[in-house]
């Protein structure tokens, strides 16, 4: 029988965050759905982020201050998500914020669907201000969102929602990985279960100079991690591991040829 009402970890990494973790936890804090705990690594920031967040007086926050910086979030997203409670977690990246009825919704169809391990939705795309930008839009229905992942990513990692004991099954987010370790953890997730978006909104995802995005090339770690991952995939879903590694080669240079465009373009 699935627990109505289980213990959701949000999870937020940060590192010299200080100019937007206060707010992503505020919005974290401010669920609809009360069964929460807030558990934040701070990845050995150098400005005043530990002290913002450590300052928040609630029992249900947790801050975990790293000594030194990893330089890349998957480390102390594993470090969140080992030190939380809940049977489900939900990331948010510290410069993100969750709409209230983010964790109600998915909770809801966790509770509806026990074969779905990974659940995502949709966003608004936010200025450093607040301002919105316009929306965020990624597939919906479990058919389409295989479809796109088979070649992209097509989650929005401050949306996403997944059962803690199908993240310890697959091996975690892969600290190999820069820039795809969020997308390897999908395609290990989708090898094991169900993965979905909800048609809601439900997060607001900032756009911002310091940020780090896929337009930038991806290492050799970055492309095992995912070449792994796809293969664990097919694997896991009796699928066709020779189309697997087809694909892994056409994502390669498909990624490559449009990050080379967006540095023309720049």
């Known amino acids: ?60 926050l947790k801050v975990i201050r790293l000594q030194s910086t990893s330089g890349h979030a998957a480390r102390p997203r594993n470090i969140a998500t080992a030190a939380s409670s809940g049977s489900l977690v939900a990331p948010l990246d510290h410069d993100d914020l ?34 919105e930008l316009g929306p965020w839009t990624v597939p919906t229905g479990e058919k389409d969102v295989m479809s796109a992942l088979r070649w992209r990513c097509p989650f929005i990692h401050s949306t996403t929602m997944f059962k803690r004991d199908a993240f310890d099954a697959v091996g975690g987010y892969d600290e190999r990985a820069v820039l795809a370790q969020d997308h390897a953890l999908w395609l290990r997730l989708a090898g094991i279960g169900r993965v979905d978006n909800l048609t809601d909104v439900l997060c607001s995802y900032r756009i911002h100079s310091t940020q780090i995005t896929q337009s930038k090339l991806m290492n050799g770690d970055d492309k095992a991690a995912i070449s792994e991952a796809r293969l664990a995939m097919a694997t896991g879903r009796g699928e066709s591991v020779q189309m697997a590694t087809l694909r892994q080669r056409v994502w390669v240079w498909r990624h490559a040829f449009r990050a080379f465009r967006r540095v023309l373009r720049s």
Not at 39 to 53: F, K, L, M, Q, Y
Not at 99 to 104: F, G, K, L, S, T
Not at 106 to 131: N, T
Request: proline letters at 6%; glycine letters at 6%.
């Open 1 to 60: 029988m699935v627990d109505p009402s289980p213990l959701v970890s949000i999870i937020i990494p940060t590192c010299d965050g200080q100019a937007f973790v206060r707010e992503t936890i505020d919005s974290a804090l401010s669920q609809t759905y009360e069964h929460i705990e807030v558990i934040v690594v701070d990845d050995g920031s150098r400005d005043e982020t530990a002290a913002i967040a450590s300052a928040i007086d609630d029992p249900r």
């Open 98 to 131: 969750a709409h209230p009825e983010r964790v109600a919704r998915q909770v809801e169809r966790f509770a509806r669907d026990p074969r779905l391990v990974l659940l995502g939705g949709q966003a608004i795309r936010i200025d450093v201000d607040g301002h």
